[in-house]
């Protein structure tokens, strides 16, 4: 099993709302990433987990939340987002330190 | 410096025609791993294919190869045959051994393949 799964694919939130992006892979990998993608643009880091604990944070900024309840599971919260953090979430995972990495289907955030 | 440059945003290529994707990246790690991924418009991010910097045959995946030139580094994507199905966003992708976790993308090439 290689899959990443990703919920929900699509999420509209105005900017007072609070929802949160999930993640899940089955793989046993133990580095999980969330990443920011807009249109026609590479994929931006904002976090890495290893060991569900929080090993990079790219300068991301406090309304973005993320959580990694256990090996399996990443979550993203939102909360009092800006029109500009409308783009496509993507949640990866990977071995700690292995060169490849897993992409799931990821999420289309639209901040109304 | 940009770590992965890919200096072609868009390519056309005829159907069944091959097709090369350039990438160049900047690393002083003698351990390092290169990636292609593509992304159709649905989004999702699919692997395609890994080298490593140790590597001493280039990789290859069915119809995708990478044309891996250490001294140049240069880690160019050749996909054959080209199907309609591969009209899409190519990212090369690097990930040296001593930055932990940290990927590296490049801008993207998106291809579009002409019937």
């Known amino acids: 099993d290689t899959e990443v799964t990703q919920t929900p694919k699509h999420l509209v939130m105005g900017m007072t709302n609070k929802k949160s992006l999930k993640c899940e892979q089955h793989?046993?990998?133990?580095?999980m990433y969330w990443y920011k993608q807009k249109a026609k643009k590479p994929p931006e880091l904002m976090f890495v987990?290893?060991?569900?604990?929080?090993?990079i944070n790219e300068s991301v900024p406090s309304r973005f939340s993320p959580e990694c309840p256990n090996s399996s599971l990443l979550n993203l919260h939102l909360h009092a987002l800006q029109p500009e953090d409308s783009a496509l979430y993507l949640c990866?995972?990977?071995?700690?330190?292995?060169?490849?990495?897993?992409f799931g289907p990821g999420t289309r955030l639209t901040v109304t | 410096a940009q770590k992965i440059t890919q200096t072609q945003p868009g390519m056309f290529v005829q159907e069944k025609e091959a097709v090369t994707l350039d990438c160049t990246y900047d690393?002083?790690?003698?351990?390092?791993?290169l990636f292609w991924y593509k992304q159709p418009s649905s989004g999702e991010m699919i692997f395609l294919i890994y080298?490593?910097?140790?590597?001493?045959q280039n990789a290859t995946e069915g119809r995708y190869s990478l044309n891996f030139q250490k001294a140049r580094k240069s880690a160019n994507l050749v996909i054959s045959a080209s199907q309609l199905g591969d009209s899409a966003m190519y990212f090369c992708?690097?990930?040296?051994?001593?930055?932990?976790?940290?990927?590296?993308f490049g801008t993207g090439t998106s291809l579009t393949v002409i019937p």
């Open positions: 793989m046993g990998h133990r580095a």
């Open positions: 080298q490593g910097s140790y590597d001493e």
């Open positions: 987990y290893s060991y569900e604990k929080l090993s």
């Open positions: 690393t002083s790690d003698q351990s390092y791993g």
């Open positions: 990866a995972s990977s071995q700690v330190n292995a060169y490849e990495q897993y």
């Open positions: 992708a690097m990930r040296e051994a001593n930055t932990g976790n940290q990927f590296y």
